[in-house]
T-cell receptor, first 116, second 115 residues
Framework: AQSVAQPEDQVNVAEGNPLTVKCTYS??????LFWYVQYPNRGLQFLLK??????LVKGSYGFEAEFNKSQTSFHLKKPSALVSDSALYFC??????????????FGAGTRLFVKA | ETGVTQSPTHLIKTRGQQVTLRCSSQ?????VSWYQQALGQGPQFIFQ???????GRGNFPPRFSGLQFPNYSSELNVNALELDDSALYLC??????????????FGPGTRLTVL
């Protein structure tokens, strides 16, 4: 079955330190991978995506993610965390449906706490 | 360019009732997807509409139905509400066709509480 796993429910990091939010996936074929962020009482906001090409993808607000095909991972990273980065982060993969079209499968989410 | 909007923001219903949630897609987007996000979980795909036709459905029963209008806005209808239907319902629009790589733009969601 096609799936996305975020092994950490919560990540705690001090402001100014680097952060990593982990994501692994299981899909058949080439993956289309996404990261979204959700602030309290808000919808999801797109951060970055990997479709093809360079394995290191740069996105909004200084975030980046590294696609690793052999490890089937797409970890989200930021060199220096800000308190305002505290939010819920979702990894997602877009997969083709048997009946045509595509659907997006989301991970369960990882809550990031950045302490001042 | 306007973003994705959803209405209402909050809604309280009782078991057995029916509810309609509405979504206006971002200007120029032809595809709308609906998701159910239960507390503490990731969004679960309900269905997707592309050019007024359903072209994908997740593991939700038929009492979850939808529509997409010529202006690409959309409705989600849920009949015979159950307590477990209590969740945040998210609408997302995108510009799609055969290309899966476009990101989705999400609305703020409708918080549905079923008592």
């Amino acid at each position: 079955a096609q799936s996305v796993a975020q092994p950490e429910d919560q990540v705690n990091v001090a402001e100014g330190n680097p952060l990593t939010v982990k994501c692994t996936y299981s899909v058949s074929g080439n993956p289309y991978l996404f990261w979204y962020v959700q602030y309290p009482n808000r919808g999801l906001q797109f951060l970055l995506k990997y479709i093809t090409g360079d394995n290191l993808v740069k996105g909004s607000y200084g975030f980046e993610a590294e696609f690793n095909k052999s490890q089937t991972s797409f970890h989200l990273k930021k060199p220096s965390a800000l308190v305002s980065d505290s939010a819920l982060y979702f990894c997602a993969v877009r997969v083709p449906r048997n009946t045509g079209g595509f659907k997006t499968i989301f991970g369960a989410g990882t809550r990031l706490f950045v302490k001042a | 360019e306007t973003g994705v909007t959803q209405s209402p923001t909050h809604l309280i219903k009782t078991r057995g009732q029916q509810v309609t949630l509405r979504c206006s897609s971002q200007s120029g987007h032809n595809t709308v997807s609906w998701y159910q996000q239960a507390l503490g979980q990731g969004p679960q795909f309900i269905f997707q509409y592309y050019r007024e036709e359903e072209n994908g459905r997740g593991n939700f029963p038929p009492r979850f139905s939808g529509l997409q209008f010529p202006n690409y806005s959309s409705e989600l209808n849920v009949n015979a509400l159950e307590l477990d239907d209590s969740a945040l319902y998210l609408c997302a629009s995108s510009l799609e066709g055969l290309a899966p790589g476009n990101e989705q733009f999400f609305g703020p969601g409708t918080r549905l509480t079923v008592l």
